[in-house]
């Protein structure tokens, strides 16, 4: 049996810059991803099978085709091999949170399924493949720190980033990506302005700061567990900067270090909230 992580995809600063004819929104985002993710396994078997377990799992119980079986078929398909093989999720991370958990998914299927079959899928045919299976996958496909841009497939390193620590907040509402773009008011965001490197927490912050994320204020208004989500981080003494991830509801808030974000997200906890604090991921 073999595994892979799927971590969680955090955009540190999100700015919406324009609209294709094909309705695909052009954004420009830095991302980085988290110790914290879902789990996947897999092994040889008859025809392909998935099950799905772990915290989240049973939000994902109703769905019979997700975006693991799909980047599994297309993989097959792509190799000339037969898709088999017994899949098992440990989910635990929350559905439709805004940190890419479904793309991380796919992700993570694409690579290891790619090692159960043996088969030598050239980087670009990877991602090329993964572009297919949604905006935020190829991003997770690689996995590393990076600012997106494009409609997701325009991926650069991003500076070393400094020793810090994330905590993680969801208020245990689920948000449509969708329902957030058709909120989004009318105008555009000029692309992200990118210091040449953050020596340290704070300087990465206060680059931060200067940015913004475009889909936070719609997805408060559809939402509003997603404002006391920021306003709890915000009023949380050693947190740096709050912000929403993607199109919501997850919130993160940076910290100077891995121990300050653990221990913020012992305060932060609250009933009906997921909280995570830590690191970002190795």
């Not at 991380?104 to 993964?130: F, I, K, N, Q, T």
């Not at 808030?253 to 121990?259: D, I, M, T, V």
């Amino acid at each position: 049996m073999d595994e892979e992580f799927a971590p969680a995809k955090i955009n540190l600063a999100l700015h919406v810059l324009g609209r294709r004819a094909d309705s695909y929104h052009l954004l420009d985002s830095v991302v980085v991803f988290a110790g914290v993710g879902d789990l996947l396994t897999a092994e040889p078997g008859d025809g392909l099978t998935l099950t799905v377990r772990g915290r989240f799992g049973p939000a994902l119980a109703g769905e019979g085709d997700n975006l693991v079986l799909r980047a599994a078929r297309l993989l097959a398909e792509a190799g000339g091999v037969r898709a088999e093989a017994r899949l098992v999720l440990r989910k635990e991370l929350p559905v439709a949170s805004g940190i890419g958990g479904g793309s991380a998914d796919a992700a993570a299927a694409l690579r290891l399924l790619a090692r159960l079959w043996r088969l030598e899928v050239p980087a670009p045919d990877l991602a090329a493949l993964a572009m297919r299976l949604g905006a935020d996958v190829p991003v997770c496909l690689a996995g590393r720190p990076a600012r997106m841009q494009g409609v997701g497939e325009h991926l650069a390193a991003l500076p070393a980033l400094p020793a810090c620590g994330l905590v993680l907040l969801n208020p245990g509402v689920p948000v449509a990506t969708r329902d957030v773009f058709a909120r989004r008011p009318p105008g555009f965001s000029r692309p992200l302005d990118l210091p040449p490197a953050w020596p340290d927490a704070a300087a990465l912050a206060a680059a931060l700061a200067r940015a913004g994320n475009d889909l936070e204020v719609p997805a408060v208004g559809l939402a509003p567990a997603i404002g006391e989500a920021l306003a709890a981080l915000r009023a949380d003494g050693d947190c740096m900067l709050a912000r929403m991830s993607g199109s919501g509801a997850t919130c993160f808030g940076l910290y100077a270090s891995e121990a300050e974000a653990e221990a913020a997200a012992g305060r932060l906890a609250r009933p009906g909230w997921w909280v995570w604090g830590g690191g970002l991921a190795r």
